[in-house]
């Protein structure tokens, strides 16, 4: 139960490494020390705490009480921002402050999941006093990929529902709530929905300009805004750039190679259960149904950190299609190009490398329908 908890508080440290790759520049050496403290406060002080009022004891405390044990652990997080962010710049004193928040939403889901009694209303009732009493919509004044995802990640929670998983209830929650929470939720959401691309782009300007309409001095507008410009090269039909990766020979081969070819891109890891998963059960049926269609290639591109464990894999495991090698993890390029934050992912690339899906349906029916209306 520790290493489960353990897991999900690093997520913060996660997602913010992954955050660097939209940064103008590079986050400064005073970034990573701050950074790199406040993990080791999280590691050897924190841990332990939140060990011994969640995990070590046969029943969660009571939601008032660990509200209270979570207004202690923000406060201990704030003095290590006040004693310790003198040597960030305004852009890392945000993201610095903002991991924070991200930690004490962690700990609202962490609460969920570990008091089983509560229905689905009672975690509603808590997350809602739980905002009330830490005060986040008052404090969250600067909402990153990461802080949004944080958000509606516990919303989720609160509705029992899997992270990523389209559903109505949680737009739903959101519209319950009173101001100004719902003005942060909403923004949330829709920075959310960016980062996801659950919704096509023209349904997300949609969104956005409903908030701005609504909520003209919103705070949250200007990163809302900047968030969407970066989606243009994700518009159907945008060129794709021409990223090149090794193949099992050791050979260079590019995206352009493929011009006169539909590609249907997976990026997946050897590492990934279910990655492998759908290889087992989806794959190899969806292969056979695109037989006869020369004009579509099947492109497996791993993120693999280790050039090895992907031979290795594909050694054991053949499969059909074009095997390519990008490594670094969520740092490589395509990766970090098309907003990836979790694999599996699918693309749909066009004839002439143009943009048709960043975010296109799992191999099965939905894909082979998809890649069967293009010529």
Same mark, same amino acid.
């Given at each position: ?18 955050? =660097?790759?939209?940064?103008? #520049?590079?986050?400064?050496?005073? @970034?990573?020390?701050?950074?790199? +403290?406040? #993990? ?6 924190? @841990? &332990? ?31 290590? =921002? ?17 991991? +924070? ?18 229905? #689905? ?38 509705? +029992? ?15 319950? #709530? ?106 190899? =049926? =969806? ?33 059909? +299609?074009?095997?390519?090698?990008? &490594? ?48």
């Amino acid at each position: 139960m520790t290493h489960y908890f353990m897991k999900k508080l690093m997520l913060p440290f996660l997602m913010l490494t992954l955050a =660097f790759s939209s940064w103008a #520049q590079a986050p400064s050496s005073g @970034y990573m020390e701050y950074m790199a +403290g406040l #993990q080791n406060l999280i590691q050897n002080d924190l @841990y &332990g705490k939140i060990s011994a009022v969640l995990y070590d004891v046969e029943e969660a405390p009571a939601p008032d009480a660990y509200i209270t044990f979570c207004k202690e652990m923000d406060q201990e997080l704030r003095g290590y =921002f006040e004693q310790h962010s003198n040597k960030l710049n305004e852009e890392e004193k945000k993201n610095a402050f903002s991991v +924070g928040q991200s930690m004490l939403l962690q700990l609202s889901d962490l609460y969920m999941d570990r008091n089983q009694d509560l229905k #689905q209303k009672d975690k509603v009732a808590f997350v809602n006093t739980y905002f009330t009493e830490l005060a986040l919509e008052k404090d969250i004044q600067f909402l990153n990929e990461d802080l949004s995802r944080a958000i509606v990640m516990t919303l989720h929670g609160a509705l +029992g529902i899997p992270f990523g998983m389209p559903n109505n209830d949680v737009e739903n929650l959101i519209n319950s #709530q009173e101001e100004p929470r719902k003005e942060l939720f909403r923004a949330a959401f829709i920075n959310n929905e960016m980062a996801m691309l659950n919704k096509s782009i023209n349904e997300i300007e949609l969104m956005t300009a409903e908030y701005k309409s609504d909520y003209p001095n919103s705070t949250h507008i200007q990163d809302m805004e900047s968030n969407l410009v970066s989606l243009e090269k994700l518009r159907e039909g945008a060129l794709v750039q021409d990223f090149s990766f090794v193949d099992l020979e050791g050979k260079q081969v590019s995206l352009a190679d493929f011009k006169d070819k539909i590609i249907y891109l997976d990026l997946w890891a050897s590492w990934c259960g279910p990655c492998i998963n759908t290889f087992k059960t989806k794959t190899p =049926f =969806f292969e056979k149904k695109l037989n006869d269609r020369e004009d579509i290639v099947l492109m497996y591109i791993s993120i693999d950190d280790k050039e090895e464990s992907w031979k290795n894999y594909l050694s054991k495991n053949p499969m059909k +299609g074009v095997h390519l090698y990008a &490594g670094n993890g969520f740092d490589a390029e395509i990766m970090k190009y098309f907003k990836v934050w979790g694999i599996p992912r699918y693309l749909i690339i066009g004839k002439d490398n143009k943009l048709v899906s960043p975010n296109a349906p799992r191999p099965g029916d939905e894909a082979y329908e998809a890649l069967s209306s293009l010529k």
